[in-house]
């Protein structure tokens, strides 16, 4: 069964500091990672999406990296804004004909201004 | 990218009546999903829609408590039905789309 764990739970930076989200995966049969943002009581916002091909995948600040092999996912943002504070949760997407998504608990970002 | 319309976006209800959460879809897709986010938690998934077919639920899910339907490639919905506090969560849908998951807005449900 595929487990996402993501840590710390809560993080709390000082504005313009680059800051390094980690997501980690039991199972590395994986067809596609995906990181989305959520902020309080709100849907989800879809940030990046890497398939199991691929080693990293970049838009704006954000840049997130998949290395299957060791179950492990990062997102990294750059020069964080206070607008970045939210909670964002790390999916998996299992092969095979199920397409089913594997959630983390998220982690809450707090950026100071 | 495609884009969810999801409503209600919140409500408040009492116990023991249903709600019925509507997602239209801006395109068509052949898979939607249902997801219960409850307070501090992270989303578990309660049923898998296909158009055609009966919805596919998850364990600790059943249908006669969240009845859904699928009546065409761009619309869905979720009822919670003989509602109690403990049904108190956000209510998302989502598609696959080629491009990953796309979700909608959430309905926010307060049980009394």
């Known amino acids: 069964k595929q487990e996402v764990t993501q840590i710390p739970a809560a993080l709390s930076v000082p504005e313009g500091e680059n800051l390094v989200l980690n997501c980690s995966f039991t199972?590395?049969?994986?067809?596609?990672l995906q990181w989305f943002r959520q902020d309080p009581g709100k849907g989800l916002t879809s940030l990046l999406l890497?398939?199991?091909?691929?080693r990293e995948q970049t838009s704006g600040r954000l840049n997130a990296s998949l290395d299957k092999s060791s179950g492990r996912s990062t997102l990294y943002i750059a020069a964080s804004q206070p607008g970045d504070s939210a909670t964002y949760l790390c999916?998996?997407?299992?092969?095979?004909?199920?397409?089913?998504?594997?959630f983390g608990k998220g982690i809450t970002l707090s950026v100071r201004p | 990218s495609a884009v969810i319309s999801q409503k209600p976006s919140r409500d408040i209800c009492q116990r023991g009546t249903s709600l019925t959460i509507q997602c239209q879809v801006d395109s068509q897709v052949t898979m939607m999903f249902w997801y219960r986010q409850q307070p501090g938690q992270s989303l578990t998934l309660i049923a898998t829609a296909n158009q055609g077919s009966e919805a596919t639920y998850e364990s600790g899910f059943v249908i006669d408590k969240f009845p859904i339907s699928r009546p065409n490639l761009t619309f869905s919905t979720l009822t919670v039905s003989n509602m109690s506090p403990e049904d108190s969560s956000i209510y998302l849908c989502s598609a696959l789309l080629s491009h990953g998951y796309t979700f909608g807005s959430g309905t926010r449900l307060t049980v009394v």
């Open positions: 890497i398939q199991s091909s691929q």
């Open positions: 199972d590395s049969a994986i067809y596609n």
């Open positions: 999916a998996v997407r299992r092969t095979g004909a199920n397409s089913k998504l594997t």
